[in-house]
Structure formats: structure tokens, C-alpha cells
């Protein structure tokens, strides 16, 4: 028949609503993460994380994925063509550079790993400054190698 028994106390179906309330509120997340690796899978949102939509309702998760993705790709775009051209990156090199990037596809600059660390700490507040080591004399070589490593003279 039903669950309900006709003589449970108020507060014992006050317990039963706030369990039954909690579990449904776990599976909805868990479906929403579900659903949400699976959009970001399927649509090749490369730029967005599971993480990003936690809270989002399930029917509004793909228009927000998409928004997300292109907030995030917009950002990353004018980071890199920043620290690009502070590098002396100019015209199609710097769209090259910069596409390469935020597409996925590994640079052809031989300071692609620079760039790589670049990308990476867009997220996280100010990229790690990049040195083109060849333009400098063997002391600056020697400070700038002791300032990457955090050894800095005071």
C-alpha cells in the first residue's frame, strides 16, 4: 500500500520529508555532474570544468556551459595576445602563437613551454614572466635564472 502510517507524529514525518528532500537534493547534483562532464564532452568545451555549473539548473546547463566557455576563452585569448606582444610578438605571429593556444595545439615557438606555464596561470591571477634568455648578457642570465627560482638578491 503506502508508507505513510496514519499514526506517525508530526515530527516523525518532519524527518522523513528532510531525508527524502536530502536525498533528492544529492541526486540531482549528481546527476547535474554527470550531465554536465558530459555536455563539456560532447560539445568540446574545452575551457569550462564540471565545477564551473555546480548549482546551475539541470535544463539551463548547456546554454551555460557554451556562455562560460566562450567568457573563458574571450579571457584566455587576451591574456596570451598581452603577454605576447609584451614579448614582441607581432601581426600573424601573435595569431598563430595565440590561436595555437587557446585551441589546444601545441605552439611552434621554442618558448612553447613558457607559453604553456602562461596559459596555465590565467586562472590564477598573473602569469609567470617570461625571459627570452638569448638577449641577455651572462650576469642577467645568472639573476633572471636565481629570480625564477625564487632565490632573489634583497
Not at 557554451?66 to 591574456?79: A, I
Not at 605571429?93 to 596561470?121: C, F, I, M
Amino acid at each position: 500500500m503506502s508508507d505513510v502510517d496514519f499514526n506517525e507524529s508530526g515530527g516523525q514525518l518532519r524527518t522523513k520529508l528532510e531525508t527524502t528532500l536530502s536525498e533528492n537534493y544529492t541526486l540531482r547534483e549528481e546527476l547535474a555532474g554527470l550531465k554536465a562532464k558530459d555536455i563539456i564532452a560532447s560539445e568540446g568545451y574545452t575551457h569550462v570544468k564540471p565545477e564551473d555549473l555546480k548549482g546551475v539548473a539541470l535544463n539551463e546547463l548547456s546554454a551555460k556551459a557554451k556562455e562560460l566557455n566562450e567568457v573563458k576563452r574571450d579571457q584566455l585569448t587576451e591574456l596570451l595576445t598581452e603577454r605576447f606582444e609584451a614579448q614582441g610578438l607581432q601581426g600573424s605571429a601573435l595569431e598563430q602563437a595565440v590561436n595555437d593556444l587557446v585551441n589546444g595545439r601545441p605552439a611552434t615557438d621554442p618558448n612553447a613551454s613558457a607559453y604553456q606555464r602562461a596559459q596555465g596561470a590565467g586562472g590564477t591571477g598573473t602569469p609567470p614572466r617570461i625571459v627570452n634568455s638569448e638577449n641577455l648578457g651572462s650576469r642577467e642570465k645568472m639573476i633572471e635564472g636565481l629570480k625564477q627560482q625564487g632565490r632573489t638578491r634583497k
